[in-house]
């Protein structure tokens, strides 16, 4: 048994409490499909004074998405744990695509750190904790490894970076070049 597969158990055997799962289950819920994120991104995109931000993050959850679930998940082809390690009793039905990465964890901290980056602290310090919240329940629930939900984060910190210096630098190409 490797050392994420013992987190996990830990977390099952020690961590997990009836009482809390619901809970869980209604944080992972806010990321399927990316719905929150997406919603959150739409309203930016929206309203004149956030379109920048709507923009930045619209772009980078496009990339990190299809590195995350496009490219790295069909390459890397990780099981899900309760796939490989049969005392792993995960909370959720079995999920349709593979483990790595989180595309939860990847959708949530792509978004949050552009707003965490782009907004006041009171706006983007609840981002990333519901981010983090996010990425927590996914090992919560036994659906994902720790390093998948790193992983994620990983993606979304990389994306950002790159999208937050190309967009700008691309908009200056496009409209203010010297004719």
Known sequence: MNRETSILLWVQNYFRKDRWTAF????????????????????CLSLRQTRTQGVLAAVALGISSFI????LKPLVRRPRPYDAQEELIPLLPPQKDLAFPSGHTCASFTCAFIYLWFFPLYIGIPMIILASL???????????????????ILIALGTDMMVVRLIPAMFWMIFKKPV
């Open 134 to 152: 996010i990425a927590f329940s996914r090992i919560y629930l036994g659906v994902h490894y720790p390093s998948d939900v790193l992983a994620g």
């Open 24 to 43: 869980w289950k209604k944080i992972t819920a806010l990321c399927n499909f990316g719905w929150f994120w997406i919603a959150v991104t739409l309203l």
């Open 68 to 71: 995350a679930n496009v490219i």
